[in-house]
């Protein structure tokens, strides 16, 4: 399982971009990148997943570089419901057999007004 | 889409007492299924998965066990609660469309 690193916080004011970056550097041939949103009390949510380059949806964008050994979730224009934990998973899935996707501590992003 | 519920939303057991905590998934069929705990302030720690219905694998020995008697439907039990079975518990259903979790709302459990 590639190990992955956050920072374990962040802070940042409404209307900021906030870059979050996620190291893993033995990432895997078919390992993806996924980023999941977790409030207090409540099931991480998914946010986006990708493999190589940029994915871009209508909550965030990911950046990975070609080497894949990082990645970087972007959140335009933070607001106060953003303060939020943010997971960085790394690994590979297998329909048949499931899979071992282990979440970490994660990054806890404060957003101040 | 996928739905997974979860009940009870919190519970409080005595040590000693059984655990059983269910979770159905609506929207999708032979999901992969699976349990994770939350600790407080800390990350998730996957307990079971399984892939059918019978089959569960375990990822850390421990005082709890799973069960898939239907597609749909995940089982968490215990015979007998430890204090250190106290955590936020949680229900994911593996989404085929991206290769992400979806989770349930989770079950705050507090074994006293």
């Known amino acids: 399982l590639a190990k992955t690193t956050q920072p374990i916080s962040m802070d940042s004011y409404e209307g900021q971009e906030v870059n979050i970056t996620c190291s893993h550097n033995?990432?895997?041939?078919?390992?993806?990148i996924t980023w999941y949103q977790q409030f207090p009390s409540q099931g991480p949510r998914f946010i986006i997943q990708?493999?190589?380059t940029k994915v871009t949806n209508e909550v965030a964008s990911l950046f990975i570089p070609a080497d894949r050994k990082s990645s970087t979730l972007s959140l335009p224009r933070v607001s106060l419901s953003d303060t939020a934990v943010y997971y960085c998973?790394?690994?590979?899935?297998?329909?048949?057999?499931?899979?071992?996707?282990?979440f970490g501590a994660g990054t806890i992003l404060r957003v101040k007004s | 889409s996928q739905t997974i519920h979860q009940w009870p939303a919190t519970l409080v057991q005595p040590v000693g007492s059984p655990l059983s905590l269910e979770c159905t998934v609506e929207?999708?069929?032979?999901?992969?299924l699976y349990w994770y705990r939350q600790a407080a302030g800390r990350g998730l720690q996957l307990l079971f998965y399984?892939?059918?219905?019978?089959?569960i694998s375990s990822e850390v020995p421990q005082n709890l066990s799973a069960s898939r008697p239907q597609d749909r439907q995940f089982i968490l039990s215990s015979k007998k609660l430890l204090l250190s079975d106290s955590g936020f518990y949680l229900c994911?259903?593996?989404?085929?469309?991206?290769?992400?979790?979806?989770f349930g709302s989770g079950t705050r459990l507090t074994v006293v």
């Open positions: 929207g999708t069929s032979n999901p992969n």
């Open positions: 990708g493999y190589k």
């Open positions: 998973l790394v690994g590979e899935i297998k329909m048949e057999y499931g899979n071992k996707l282990v």
């Open positions: 994911a259903s593996l989404r085929r469309d991206s290769y992400g979790y979806t």
């Open positions: 033995n990432i895997a041939t078919n390992d993806y």
């Open positions: 399984s892939v059918g219905i019978g089959q």
